[in-house]
């Protein structure tokens, strides 16, 4: 549990800290689009050295990136199996009796695989880079268009944010409770199958007992501080624009410019 990073906001100082939170919004949804054409393993080699790039700009360890990617690893294996099992065409690579493993299988599930490795990279970057708060403005103003055809951008940005916030919080409250049920004798790991339920059932419960009465106290606090969905607020920190939050998003345009004619063109 502690491997997942998703959330978590690095306080350090780089270029890509100090841009505006609309601009990252923006550029990691542009190649988050840009990443499911089929540009083939050159357009993704040039999707992975600008996602290095943008790692190394933030300051960020590709360690803690790896945390996030680790958690991920058992979900490429199932892929893996499902297509060696349901995928028969392209050349044999391997085969072992009647079974037998084809090369469009490999190819598919290394396609998904890098896929899902560029979208964590893209994603953690953004969390890990972003205060909460600077998220929270940000997806405020870039739904605030959508205001007038009735959509509540304030509390759907107001959502976001606590999710992303507390996912942390809910990750180092898993691991308080599963060391606690260890030191009470609970193993967690071995045993039979009907032992592991319970097992998993003596950790589901107080963590969500946890989680309710964070909420509760998160609703209270806010109501103490008069907060009310939908009433006209002010704001403390006004987002603003320059010149290299637009230069994001324009790298952001031209990749997804490349990906398209590398599917289509190349």
């Known amino acids: 549990m502690g491997n997942i990073t998703l959330g978590r906001y690095m306080p350090l100082d780089?270029?890509?800290?100090?841009?505006d939170p609309r601009a990252k919004i923006c550029a990691m949804l542009i190649v988050l689009v840009s990443i499911f054409f089929p540009a083939g393993w050159l357009g993704y080699a040039i999707l992975f050295a600008a996602c290095t790039v943008l790692?190394?700009?933030?300051?960020?360890?590709?360690?803690?990136?790896?945390?996030?990617?680790?958690?991920?690893?058992f979900m490429m294996l199932f892929l893996l199996?499902?297509?060696?099992l349901a995928v028969h065409t392209g050349t044999v690579w391997l085969q072992i009796?009647?079974?037998?493993?084809?090369?469009?299988?490999?190819?598919?599930?290394?396609?998904?695989?890098?896929?899902?490795?560029?979208?964590?990279?893209?994603?953690?970057s953004l969390t890990a880079t972003t205060k909460p708060l600077d998220m929270t403005l940000g997806i405020e103003d870039?739904?605030?268009?959508?205001?007038?055809?009735?959509?509540?951008?304030?509390?759907?940005?107001?959502?976001?944010?606590?999710?992303?916030?507390?996912?942390?919080?809910?990750?180092d409250e898993t691991n308080r409770i599963m060391k606690a049920q260890e030191s009470r004798g609970v193993d967690m790991k071995e045993g039979k199958l009907k032992e592991k339920i319970m097992a998993i059932l003596s950790l589901i419960v107080p963590l969500f007992v946890s989680a309710f009465q964070r909420a509760e106290d998160?609703?209270?606090?806010?109501?103490?501080?008069?907060?009310a969905p939908g009433e006209p607020r002010t704001r403390y920190k006004v987002l603003k624009m320059h010149g290299a939050d637009w230069a994001l998003i324009l790298i952001a345009f031209a990749l997804l410019a490349c990906?398209?004619?590398?599917?289509?063109?190349?």
Request: glycine share 4%; charged share 15%; proline share 4%.
């Open 259 to 266: 990906m398209i004619f590398l599917a289509y063109f190349a």
């Open 55 to 73: 790692i190394l700009s933030a300051k960020l360890s590709f360690g803690y990136v790896w945390k996030s990617m680790k958690p991920m690893m």
């Open 97 to 124: 009796g009647k079974f037998a493993i084809y090369s469009d299988a490999v190819t598919q599930t290394a396609y998904i695989v890098v896929r899902l490795l560029l979208m964590i990279m893209i994603t953690t």
């Open 142 to 171: 870039l739904l605030n268009p959508f205001q007038k055809i009735g959509v509540p951008s304030h509390e759907i940005a107001m959502l976001i944010s606590i999710a992303l916030r507390f996912i942390p919080d809910l990750i």
């Open 14 to 19: 780089s270029r890509i800290h100090k841009l």
């Open 218 to 227: 998160l609703a209270n606090a806010m109501e103490a501080r008069g907060y």
């Open 81 to 84: 199996i499902i297509n060696i």
